[in-house]
């Protein structure tokens, strides 16, 4: 099983990336998913999540500029980040959940520069 994320890198506040992160070995259609970050010096914390049906839910910081979701068909779930902070720097974790535990991408580093 390899969640491989991409899409990071340098952008300027108040720009836009869009994370992607690729499921093998692993149909994520009907398993829950999410992204979380880790800032240098700080924990992980969740930044979204998506529920097998569809559902969202998001951390308030977050809330209204990021929108995450879901291509079942490409097995891949996404992380659309707008109105970028330089709050926001940190490496980017895709997660899945199946009935054996989680599952974790490399990380993806987002780096926004104010």
């Known amino acids: 099983v390899q969640l491989q994320a991409s899409g990071g890198g340098l ?3 108040g720009g836009s ?5 690729a499921a093998s ?15 240098p010096g700080k924990q992980r ?7 097998a049906a569809g559902g969202t839910i998001y951390t308030p910081s977050v809330k209204g ?7 079942n068909a ?4 996404y992380l659309q980040m707008s109105s970028l902070k330089p709050e926001d ?3 980017y974790y895709c997660n ?11 990380g993806t580093l987002v780096t926004v520069s104010s």
């Open 11 to 13: 952008v300027q506040a």
């Open 17 to 21: 990336l869009r994370l992607f992160c």
């Open 25 to 39: 070995g692993l149909t994520i259609s009907d398993k829950p998913a999410g992204w979380y970050r880790q800032a």
């Open 45 to 51: 914390e969740v930044v979204a999540r998506i529920t």
């Open 65 to 71: 500029r990021f929108t995450i979701s879901r291509d």
């Open 74 to 77: 490409k097995n891949t779930v």
């Open 89 to 91: 720097t940190a490496v």
């Open 96 to 106: 899945v959940l199946s009935l054996v535990g989680g599952y974790w991408g490399q």
